[in-house]
């Protein structure tokens, strides 16, 4: 039975032997108590009587499920229930089934993916976890947290080959997807690996691809430039993609921002061309991004020679 169905633990015969630990606010006036329910007080006061006595059984596996369902936030009880659950030998795989529901429940919610980390760690296979990770998607594709046990599922498990179609699957969804281009530039990048030609290829095709597809989509811009980085490429190498997007010879045609920041950077690396960065620097000030003014105005001073004292 659960226990909210109970009417308190001080009532109920399972938790006779155990006297209750209330919060120690300070003294009888303290300075800023926290108001908490009586039900949460009363939880958490049998919590820190079985803590203190180190206790691990199935009574406080109830207890850690009340506690999280009034406050799924409260990182020690996932702590302690976790050591309770390995103490136990527990069926980890329905811890995992039951985290799924609380996850669902609880979109943004870090604690949840560190128990479930370590329960799956300790598990040692990660069967149904890119099923369940797609599940959340649906709900919210640009989740840090699950994005962030994503990685730590593909380092663990040597998951690196499989992964690319579900995030190519995302990227077609929404090509926007800024967690899924940091998710696929880890997968392809992240490894201690040499870098094939084929690989760079592959990669600069499809981030121009995408860039055709939204070219002020700042994702796929910021990508390239990362593989050209990774391929120890300079810049000046996708020079003429830019210019399909951003002429600075015919200002009104320009379609992205990013193609124009792009290009003050490759002008800016050519001593010769530092005239073309200050005319592109000023496209942006005064019509394409003048929101951060500020920002392309210190760029451009960068252009000038420091000046020589006498």
């Known amino acids: 039975m659960e226990h909210s169905d109970m009417e308190s633990y001080s009532t109920d015969p399972a938790w006779e ?54 406050n799924p936030a409260h990182y020690t009880i996932w702590l302690y229930r976790a050591k309770t659950l390995f103490e136990l030998g527990h069926d980890l795989k329905e811890e ?6 609380i996850a669902l429940r609880n979109q943004k919610n870090y604690q949840i993916w560190h128990h479930r980390q370590l329960m799956m760690d300790k598990l040692g296979d990660p069967t149904g976890e890119t099923a369940f990770i797609a599940k959340m998607f649906e709900r919210d594709a640009k989740n840090y947290h699950v994005w962030s046990y994503r990685q730590w599922l593909v380092r663990r498990f040597d998951l690196w080959e499989i992964e690319l179609p579900d995030i190519e699957e995302l990227l077609v969804r929404d090509v926007r997807n800024n967690s899924a281009w940091n998710h696929r530039y880890f997968v392809v990048f992240g490894r201690q690996v040499t870098l094939d030609e084929e690989t760079i290829t592959r990669e600069i095709n499809y981030a121009k691809s995408a860039i055709s597809q939204a070219p002020q989509n700042q994702s796929p811009w910021n990508y390239l430039r990362g593989i050209l980085r990774k391929a120890h490429r300079p810049l000046s190498t996708i020079h003429d993609f830019a210019l399909e997007f951003a002429d600075p010879s015919n200002p009104d045609t320009v379609r992205s921002s990013h193609a124009l920041d792009l290009l003050a950077d490759i002008y800016t690396q050519d001593d010769n061309r530092r005239q073309d960065a200050a005319k592109v620097l000023d496209l942006l000030v005064e019509k394409y991004d003048p929101i951060r003014a500020n920002y392309w105005h210190y760029k451009r001073s960068l252009l000038q020679p420091p000046s020589v004292s006498a």
């Open 96 to 101: 995992i089934s039951w985290l799924n529901e």
């Open 17 to 70: 032997d155990v006297v209750p630990i209330p919060q120690d606010e300070g003294g009888p006036n303290p300075l800023a108590a926290i108001t908490y329910t009586e039900e949460y007080s009363e939880a958490m006061a049998y919590f820190r009587a079985v803590t203190a006595d180190n206790e691990f059984s199935e009574r406080v596996l109830s207890l850690t499920e009340h506690l999280i369902g009034l």
